[in-house]
């Protein structure tokens, strides 16, 4: 095991130097408390990094896709990331990473984790940050606009690789949880921060491919937030066969009736799929929501265990 401190009573003084020390994997690395102001990049399988606590192990950076850069061209949303990882098998346990730059009227989006590969784990983390908070790679197949994919991985295969969130609080604004992984949230709580617009925030905004057989699911998670009520949407189709299952989750009254959005997008009301099953709360008015969101059966709702979306 690697150990990181910020006072140097460890092997590293900064979590980056201490991944890139290692060699061979798998490898763990237990991170102190402390606040660690640092961009963090992982492309290594099989690693895991544990922080002391969740409330007191923090990565924190600030960068945002509104900054210039020296040629005088904008960041772009996927190159804001304060923590990346691009790997297999990673794991990440009892941290913060935020991304400090702020509101997107300001800044953009602004990305804390960019996470892509298969059978990545985040448990009892905190995810903060604005617009665009956790970025669930792939990208989409193709983008609407030259340039609007920089980053890291825009050149890269696009493989939906299988991601698990437990015990995680996740703070954002506009689409905060994005991207096209097979994505399982369990325990967590969604937090929306208040915009003071007529639509605060929206949740979710996935690019699930055409035949993928699962995106997101939450299951007995809280959406909450900050947001006067009737004024926060679950999920809106960043691609229009976005997918988004919500079971057993509690829905606050700042969550609109209808629930969903289209962003739009009329020809995804026949192409996404938006389900629910057993929510509660004000915001769970599923008498009012849109036309192209579905109430689970019991027997539909088997389908979407942890064991079962992972098995694939």
């Known amino acids: 095991m690697i150990t990181v401190s910020k006072n140097g009573a460890g092997d590293f003084t900064t979590v980056q130097a201490a991944i890139d020390s290692i060699t061979s994997t798998p490898e763990t690395v237990f991170i102190k408390n402390g606040i660690y102001k640092e961009r963090v990049e992982i492309k290594k399988d099989n690693i895991t990094i ?12 600030g ?7 020296e040629d005088g061209s904008k960041k772009g949303t996927f190159r ?3 923590f990346f990882v691009n790997a297999d098998n990673f794991n990440a346990f009892n941290l913060t990473i935020e991304n400090s730059a702020g509101f997107g009227k300001k800044v953009g989006q602004a990305i804390a ?3 892509e590969g298969d059978m990545i784990t985040f448990k009892n983390c905190r995810l903060l940050g604005h617009q665009d908070t956790l970025f669930t790679g792939p990208l989409p197949l193709h983008e609407k606009q030259p340039g609007g994919f920089t980053g890291p991985t825009e050149f890269a295969p696009r493989i939906p690789g299988r991601q698990l969130f437990e015990d995680c ?11 096209s992984a097979t994505a399982y949230f369990k325990n967590c709580t969604l937090f929306a921060l208040n915009r003071n617009e ?3 925030s929206y949740y979710t905004a996935p690019s699930t491919y055409e035949g993928q057989k699962f995106g997101y699911v939450f299951d ?4 909450t937030g900050n947001c006067p009520d009737q004024t926060v949407c679950l999920s809106r189709p960043w691609r229009i066969h976005a997918k988004v299952v919500l079971l057993n989750c509690h829905l606050s009254s700042q969550i609109t009736d209808y629930g969903f959005h289209d962003w739009n997008k009329p020809e ?3 192409t996404v799929f938006y389900a629910e099953y057993k929510c509660d709360g004000k915001g769970y008015t599923p008498d009012k929501r849109s036309p192209f969101v579905k109430q689970l059966t019991d027997d539909e709702a088997k389908e979407y265990t942890l064991k079962n979306v992972f098995s694939l």
């Open 50 to 61: 544990i922080g002391e606590s969740s409330d007191e192990t923090i990565i924190t950076e």
């Open 220 to 223: 007995n998670c809280t959406f």
């Open 198 to 200: 007529k639509i605060n």
């Open 169 to 179: 609080y996740i703070a954002g604004e506009v689409d905060f949880i994005f991207g």
């Open 80 to 82: 804001s990331y304060t």
């Open 268 to 270: 995804s009301h026949d």
């Open 63 to 69: 960068f945002y896709a509104n900054e210039l850069m």
């Open 113 to 115: 984790v960019y996470a």
